[in-house]
């Protein structure tokens, strides 16, 4: 199948969310996968050869994680920061520096333990 106009391509669209909808919702596959399979059968309705599909959909979705990986990082670290319902507030503060120090650094035993906090390397 080639859709080459822009009608044919809209249906071609349509249809490509219809199946990612149904694939999602009523087969209960993972969202990737069914995105993948979306821009499949779009790419080839379109009239691309197989390997230019997949060419172009490893250069659409390494585009848009190099763009949202800072935001996928920063929404990380928020998220295990916040506390949990029977912690006090004041214990973000030394988990954010051990975060970071950890991160950029090998830990300081020494110091580490002298705040109370575990002296291993792993931050999670």
Known sequence: MNATSPGALMGLAV???????????WRKMNAFLALFI?????????????????????EGLGATMGGIAAVIALGFFVMWSLPKADEPLATIAPR???ALSSAWAPPC????????????SSVL
């Open 38 to 58: 979306a821009a499949l059968l779009v790419g080839l309705g379109a009239g691309m050869a197989p390997l230019a599909v997949l060419k172009t959909f490893q």
């Open 96 to 98: 954010w520096v051990q």
């Open 109 to 120: 035993r020494s110091r580490i333990k002298s705040t109370g906090m575990p002296a291993t």
């Open 15 to 25: 249809a490509a969310i219809a199946v990612l909808v149904l694939l999602v919702t």
